[in-house]
């Protein structure tokens, strides 16, 4: 098997190997107009049985917000699948070597995908590092608290306007957001570019306050058939509870419409509490949100918040220049030579990264190893956030 990076006249074939690994049919003309320009020179993988193309995977270069607030590489990981006729003959496994070696080689400190199928990964050193919840609520039942803010207006734009007004208005939003990512160029262009010829008609919203835009929300109706609708809102940020609160009260007014269903919003959001008869929220499912892959550990740790000073092994079976044992703290990090508290896989490390766990709890389910019950709790402490992460971005 020849595994390396494609041609650019070689990337509708990976583009239909990948829909249909989905089960979904090739793009048409008029979508590989759009969909055509969101390949990034060098960075779109294939693996070759022969003269056949047998998988591919692709990254965006993207920045991940680490605790503490400072942002770093990350390559946005996507458009993974493998030939139905060629799996489980090592493809996958052949294109993540490849990719991870040249994630490190860019420099990158992450790599981030969001997966279908999650027992895959973790054997790459991929782990949960965030988490959402896809909110539902019931139209008629959904009357907003008293004391609920009420600011600003809301405006529909179309989609070449929205195109201009959206990217800068996420990473306005976002800079306040650990775990959030920067959204590539080509992302926006895919996910508004997709409708062409799919009947998939997003609206959006921007909502104004006192101080210009501040959020947004791109929605569409799906089932109107079927009497009234369900809106399913793909991407609603705002750069404060105010602005999303708004939001929500434009998308819960909008006729013909049964519920408001928003795919992605932070776990600790109080979204109940907005309303009178709190049930108005008929269901919150937890999912997971960012895949991650710590590929430079010793600069992720440096680039990180510590609550407070700790000694911790890494281990790397895939990448190994990253295995050694660390002391964390708030002035650095250095590699010691030194009896660790703390040892974890690098997929563990992942998922406690950005506070999802507390070092104890995967303690108890024998996830890590920790030197003694005091080191669980100094090491609690130094991971330990005071905000919850939110990746809240799809590609
Ligand atoms: C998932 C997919 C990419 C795997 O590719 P593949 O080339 O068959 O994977 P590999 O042969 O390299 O397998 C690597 C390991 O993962 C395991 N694995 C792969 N896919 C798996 C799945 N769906 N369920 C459970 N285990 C899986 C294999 O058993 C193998 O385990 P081993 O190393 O212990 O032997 C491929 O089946 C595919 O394209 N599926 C449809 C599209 C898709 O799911 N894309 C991923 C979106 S996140």
């Known amino acids: 098997m020849e595994i390396r990076t494609l041609a650019d006249d070689e990337l509708r074939t990976a583009q239909t190997l990948f829909m249909r690994s989905l089960h979904r049919p090739p793009v048409t003309d008029e979508q590989w107009e759009l969909v055509g320009r969101s390949f990034e020179p060098g960075r779109t993988w294939g693996a070759f049985a022969g003269d056949v193309l047998a998988g591919t995977a692709l990254s965006w270069a993207s920045k991940l917000r680490v605790p503490g607030g400072q942002v770093r590489g990350l390559a946005a990981v996507t458009r993974v699948g493998v030939r139905a006729d060629h799996r489980r003959r090592g493809v996958l496994t052949g294109l993540m070597r490849a990719q991870l070696a040249e994630v490190a080689a860019r420099g990158e400190v992450f790599a981030g995908l969001r997966a279908t199928e999650p027992v895959i990964y973790g054997r790459f050193g991929y782990g949960v590092a965030t988490r959402f919840h896809t909110v539902t609520v019931a139209r008629d039942r959904a009357v907003f608290h008293p004391g609920l803010p009420a600011t600003g207006e809301v405006r529909l734009l179309d989609t070449d306007r929205a195109l201009e007004v959206l990217p800068d208005l996420y990473e306005r939003i976002v800079r ?13 262009r895919t996910s508004f570019g997709w409708p062409i010829g799919t009947g998939h008609d997003p609206r959006i919203a921007v909502h104004t306050g006192p101080d210009g835009d501040e959020g947004y929300a791109v929605f569409a109706a799906r089932r109107p058939d079927a009497g009234n609708a369900t809106l399913e809102v793909d991407d609603l940020q705002g750069s404060s509870p105010a602005a999303v609160a708004a939001l929500w009260r434009f998308l819960l007014s909008i006729d013909l419409v049964d ?19 709190q049930r108005a929220v008929s269901k919150v499912v937890p999912m997971n949100d960012l895949w991650l892959r710590v590929v430079d550990v010793p600069e992720a740790l440096a680039a990180r918040s510590w609550g407070g000073p700790l000694t911790l092994e890494v281990r790397d079976a895939l990448l190994p220049g990253n295995t050694g044992v660390y002391r964390v703290s708030e002035s650095g990090v250095d590699r010691v030579d030194a009896e660790p508290e703390l040892s974890v896989d690098v997929d563990v490390l992942a998922q406690l990264y950005f506070g999802r766990w507390t070092v104890s709890a995967l303690a108890g389910v024998n996830r890590l190893r920790v030197a003694n019950p005091e080191a669980a709790a100094r ?14 971005t799809f590609f």
């Open 259 to 277: 519920e408001v269903k928003v795919l992605s919003r932070p776990v600790d959001e109080p979204v109940e509490a907005m309303f009178v008869d």
């Open 176 to 188: 306040a957001r650990v775990g959030s990512m920067a959204r590539p160029d080509a992302l926006w």
């Open 379 to 392: 090491a609690d402490a130094a991971f330990a956030l005071p905000a919850t992460a939110w990746t809240g």
